[in-house]
Nanobody, 124 residues
Framework: QVQLVESGGGLVQAGGSLRLSCAPSGDTAGSYVMAWFRQAPGKEREFVAGIGWSSSSPLLADSVKGRFTISRDDAKHTVYLQMASLKPEDTAVYYC?????????????????WGQGTQVTVSS
């Protein structure tokens, strides 16, 4: 079992920045992909960014390319989502996800382990 704890959400004005962190604990031995998804009210959960073991194969959704960056520190067992130039449409609950697989998957069904979510609200 892997437990994920997110932090760093909050309220920010449009154009601002936030950094989300996700720290896994538990049985973290092995190579695992970590990803961020988000879900706005009334919408399906959508892929935002993912990264493989040893920071391999970072992948970003088209909607956040050029504004968001995903990185991980395997020594600290932590993944980060740096969000810049935030827009009101980025408002959502952001979830950290992880699973033991080789490549980043963009569908939430591919991930077995999830954090509790952290709210990001961008005001206009």
């Amino acid at each position: 079992q892997v437990q994920l704890v997110e932090s760093g959400g909050g309220l920010v004005q449009a154009g601002g920045s936030l950094r989300l962190s996700c720290a896994p604990s538990g049985d973290t031995a092995g190579s695992y992909v970590m990803a961020w998804f988000r879900q706005a009210p009334g919408k399906e959960r959508e892929f935002v960014a993912g990264i493989g073991w040893s920071s391999s194969s970072p992948l970003l959704a088209d909607s956040v390319k050029g504004r968001f960056t995903i990185s991980r520190d395997d020594a600290k067992h932590t993944v980060y989502l740096q969000m810049a130039s935030l827009k009101p449409e980025d408002t959502a609950v952001y979830y950290c996800a992880a699973d033991f697989m080789k490549y980043v998957e963009v569908t939430p069904q591919a991930y077995d382990f999830w954090g509790q979510g952290t709210q990001v609200t961008v005001s206009s």
